[in-house]
T-cell receptor, first 110, second 113 residues
Framework: TQLLEQSPQFLSIQEGENLTVYCNSS?????LQWYRQEPGEGPVLLVT?????EVKKLKRLTFQFGDARKDSSLHITAAQPGDTGLYLC??????????FGKGTKLSVKP | DSGVTQTPKHLITATGQRVTLRCSPR?????VYWYQQSLDQGLQFLIQ???????AKGNILERFSAQQFPDLHSELNLSSLELGDSALYFC????????????FGPGTRLLVL
């Protein structure tokens, strides 16, 4: 069974701090995606990583895919209150569906 | 706005009842996926339809069923509802349905009392 574990489960930080969220699995994934979900809304895709060792940057967000394609991380620099939300990683399942981690709930206080 | 619409946004019902959730995919997308999101389980894949045919099944209970119509909209039917069925139900759509980007709707929040 393919599982994705995210850590930490909750994160509360002050504006301007840096943070890293982790997504780990014992299974190899052909690709991993990161989503952000705000209360009352559906997940919104941030990035897809497909190559082992790949690093993608999206403004203050840096995404990394592990060399063995079993893990990924999301690093946010100088967090802002607008970054508050639930961050989900998801891997492509064998049936074409997405397998989601349980998410990291981030709160950035001004 | 992802282009995926879901109705209703909120639904409150009683145990034992039956409800229908509706999803309209993005224009041009042939695949619809249904997911359930609860506090303890996170987002769980339920079922996928592609161009009117069931393509994949996940952790969907026998009390739940779905279909995709010729106009590509999809409905998820939940019957004999239990308290534990209270959750957010999302549909997502994709062009082809195999390891492609999925676009999520805003969800239906179901509360079973």
């Amino acid at each position: 069974t393919q599982l994705l574990e995210q850590s930490p489960q909750f994160l509360s930080i002050q504006e301007g701090e840096n943070l890293t969220v982790y997504c780990n699995s014992s299974s190899v994934f052909s690709s991993l995606q990161w989503y952000r979900q705000e209360p009352g809304e559906g997940p919104v895709l941030l990035v897809t990583v497909v190559t082992g060792g790949e690093v993608k940057k999206l403004k203050r967000l840096t995404f990394q895919f592990g060399d063995a394609r079993k893990d990924s991380s999301l690093h946010i620099t100088a967090a802002q209150p607008g970054d508050t939300g639930l961050y989900l990683c998801a891997g492509a399942g064998s049936q074409g569906n997405l397998i989601f981690g349980k998410g990291t709930k981030l709160s950035v206080k001004p | 706005d992802s282009g995926v619409t879901q109705t209703p946004k909120h639904l409150i019902t009683a145990t034992g009842q039956r409800v229908t959730l509706r999803c309209s995919p993005r224009s041009g997308d042939l695949s619809v996926y249904w997911y359930q999101q609860s506090l303890d389980q996170g987002l769980q894949f339920l079922i996928q339809y592609y161009n009117g045919e069931e393509r994949a099944k996940g952790n969907i209970l026998e009390r739940f069923s779905a279909q995709q119509f010729p106009d590509l909209h999809s409905e998820l039917n939940l019957s004999s509802l239990e308290l534990g069925d209270s959750a957010l139900y999302f549909c997502a759509s994709a062009v082809g349905g195999v390891q492609e980007t999925q676009y999520f709707g805003p969800g239906t929040r179901l509360l079973v009392l």
